[in-house]
């Protein structure tokens, strides 16, 4: 069975650091595009950054631009993201995705294997 887990999110301060991940299990990441995505309170889900399965083609919304970075380790069968210099409007629940095939979109609505989200604070 196809599942990706969430881990590494919790309470952090404005300004500081967060690695999320997110472990395949199921199936091997070597030919999955993914994406990590979030969703605040009362907003829409929206694209965070996203990676191509080969690794090579990285996206990332605006609003996190050289502040977060998105990597895999497909040995490990992992997906992370290091979130630097964190706001307290990153406060969500940050969900990856996966999408078969080579290439990453920011579209929630192109992914269809979710993981069940891990909630990230940022506050004082």
């Known amino acids: 069975q196809l599942q990706l887990v969430e881990s590494g999110g919790g309470l952090v301060q404005p300004g500081g650091s967060l690695r999320l991940s997110c472990a395949a299990s199921g199936f091997t990441l070597d030919y999955y595009a993914i994406g990590w995505f979030r969703q605040a309170p009362g907003k829409e889900r929206e694209g965070v950054s996203c990676i191509s399965s080969s690794g090579g083609s990285t996206n990332y919304a605006d609003s996190v631009k050289g502040r977060f970075t998105i990597s895999r380790d497909n040995a490990k069968n992992t997906v992370y993201l290091q979130m630097n210099s964190l706001k307290p409007e990153d406060t969500a629940v940050y969900y990856c995705?996966?999408?078969?095939?080579?290439?990453?979109?920011?579209?929630?609505?192109?992914?269809?294997?979710w993981g069940q989200g891990t909630q990230v604070t940022v506050s004082s």
């Open positions: 995705a996966a999408r078969s095939g080579l290439v990453a979109t920011l579209s929630p609505y192109e992914y269809d294997n």
